[in-house]
């Protein structure tokens, strides 16, 4: 009946109709920029639009046949509603959005150390750290990817610098060293690091497991 359908469109959140709504679904099991616009266009919805989001999203996971986890994680990259957040957790099955990290390290012919540090998020997208440093001189630069798929990132070569695996220990305690260099000569802490602040726990795995967000 059209009073039927009408009601369902306005439940749909705000400026999607089914069949539109329901292919965008589908694209956030493999594109990184869509997921990622999921997550920017739903953190400036209100509390009410966030609802009706969630509530499209329960009706319509079972149809678009992608892992839950996909329509659901990029979500909590931005709620911050306590009550909100566990339904999404819930809803894509407690999956953590964050893993233990792995690193990349290199050393260019100028001395500058280059590290690119990995993430692991939910299906095939990381989030990352593109850093280079100084143990002695600070922070040269730094770049902050908080989505992307694995495989679209480099691991062999960045900023000039040939990359190889390395233990994400020894990364971390170059980085430490470069962050209190810059603290010592009153500069701050470049946002894309501290968006990595978890790596410099003690406990650095299981901080990273816990948490929900970057």
Do not use: N
């Amino acid at each position: 009946m059209p009073g039927e359908k009408d009601e369902t469109v306005r439940a749909l959140p705000p400026g999607r109709a089914r069949a539109a709504w329901q292919a965008w679904l589908r694209a956030l099991a493999d594109d990184a920029e869509a997921a990622l616009a999921a997550a920017l266009t739903y953190d400036a919805l209100g509390g009410a639009e966030r609802d009706a989001w969630l509530d499209a999203l329960d009706e319509d996971a079972p149809l678009v046949l992608v892992p839950p986890e996909s329509l659901y994680a990029p979500l909590l990259l931005v709620e911050d509603d306590d009550a909100r957040r566990l339904r999404i957790a819930e809803a894509c099955g407690g999956i953590p959005c964050r893993g233990p990290a792995r690193a990349w390290w290199g050393k260019r012919e100028d001395g500058l150390h280059v590290c690119v540090v990995v993430a692991p998020l939910w299906l095939r997208f990381v989030e990352t750290l593109r850093c280079g440093y100084s143990p002695d001189e600070g922070i040269a630069f730094a770049e902050h990817d908080p989505l992307r798929r694995d495989d679209d990132v480099p691991h062999t070569e960045h900023r000039g610098a040939l990359l190889e695996r390395a233990p994400l220990s020894h990364v971390v305690e170059g980085l430490a060293h470069a962050i209190l260099s810059d603290r010592r000569a009153s500069r701050e802490v470049p946002a894309a690091v501290s968006a990595f602040a978890h790596l410099f726990s003690p406990d650095r795995e299981a901080v990273a497991m816990a948490a929900p967000r970057p």
